[in-house]
């Protein structure tokens, strides 16, 4: 097995094909995982054009390829997996059989350390360093949408039952509501990230629109169509106007949802509930087979999901000091993060006083 390491613009045309071929038949392999979104050449593309220190490890036996891992590398050899903090799915992508040593690959990458966050399932040599793994709620609607629609009235009938009648409602009270599945005019984007700026900055959240490299990012996604991967901006529409939108990513088999959002002068209809509703159907005719929610606790998750995949995060480390220095600063915040989001009886006062934080940098503004 050989090794090397690629800037974005120096991977072939070539290897960028054998990249997504690998995805492509991923499911067939029994590795479905490795066909999310976050893992194609694409996403890594884009972010290199908005961040320095993004590579490409390839890993080649007979002069083919056989994995890739993209990362982002720190001058001191701290790496990260690419696009992290912002992607769902992080790992090798790598053809049916491979296997590979955790720190060797490290070293032929240059790097004491890699740190990642949603790491997908079945990358056993990088599992066995992490530091938690945590559910991350799937909808599933390879069977169709009325086969989910179904399991879901089942499971949730009060929930469906509510949900429906909201979205007849929102007809009858503000005029025709249209569903675009793929809307490519960028003021509906523009609008998206406004109220979701709004959003985090109502919760007491980071603004993560307030960074640039991200919004340039979700731009980049927009404009970026290949055959087998899209940046999809669905948007419902009310009355001739834009009330919830959602911009996610999408492969042949696998919807990324990514950022959610709406209206508040709408919320008594639940326009959110209803979009997602809407993405379903329509990803289940688009052929999609599972819509990946992403992880994180949110009521809304909950009341959708059909089952949940697992992601786990920590760090591989080389015995560097570099490597123990990094791990020392951002094991205690992750560790500390994690406990109270997953005990309700601290994140419930959290984010309550997160939502009242909120409101007072609203007030002030």
């Not at 999901?305 to 094991?331: D, N, Q």
Request: glycine share 8%; net charge positive; aromatic share 10%.
């Amino acid at each position: 097995m050989d090794i090397s390491v690629y800037r974005p613009g120096e991977l072939t045309a070539a290897d960028r094909a054998a990249w997504t071929a690998m995805q492509a038949k991923a499911h067939l392999h029994g590795s479905p995982e490795l066909a999310n979104p976050f893992l194609s050449p694409e996403f890594t593309l884009a972010v290199g054009r908005c961040r320095r220190g993004v590579r490409i490890a390839v890993a080649r036996e007979e002069g083919e390829p056989a994995a890739f891992l993209p990362f982002r590398r720190t001058a001191a050899g701290v790496g990260r997996a690419i696009g992290l903090g912002v992607s769902d799915a992080q790992g090798v992508v790598h053809r049916p059989g491979f296997t590979w040593d955790a720190r060797e690959l490290l070293r032929a990458c240059g790097l004491a350390v890699w740190e990642f966050d949603h790491l997908v399932e079945g990358q056993r040599p990088f599992a066995a360093h992490a530091s938690g793994t945590f559910p991350s709620p799937v909808i599933d609607v390879a069977q169709g949408f009325e086969a989910y629609l179904a399991q879901l009235r089942d499971r949730s009938p009060k929930f469906t039952r509510t949900t429906l009648a909201k979205d007849r409602k929102l007809g009858r009270d503000t005029g025709e509501v249209v569903y675009v599945h793929d809307e490519r005019d960028p003021a509906a984007l523009r609008t998206l990230m406004e109220w979701k700026s709004a959003q985090y900055r109502r919760t007491g959240r980071s603004d993560r629109f307030a960074h640039e490299w991200i919004t340039r990012l979700v731009e980049q996604l927009f404009h970026t169509r290949s055959e087998r991967f899209a940046g999809v901006l669905s948007v419902l529409y009310a009355g001739g106007r834009p009330i919830a939108a959602h911009f996610g990513l999408r492969t042949e088999r696998v919807l990324a949802c990514w950022f959610p959002a709406y209206d508040p002068a709408y919320s008594k209809y639940s326009p959110g509930l209803v979009l997602h509703l809407r993405m379903a159907e329509a990803a289940a005719a688009d052929g999609i087979a599972y819509l990946d929610l992403g992880r994180g606790q949110k009521e809304y998750k909950d009341s959708l999901k059909t089952r949940e995949i697992l992601v786990s995060e920590g760090w591989v480390t080389r015995r560097h000091p570099v490597a123990f220095g990094h791990r020392a600063r951002r094991a205690p915040v992750r560790a500390l993060r994690n406990v109270v989001v997953t005990r309700p009886e601290l994140f419930e006062p959290a984010d309550r006083l997160l939502k009242h934080m909120g409101k007072i940098r609203s007030a002030r503004q």
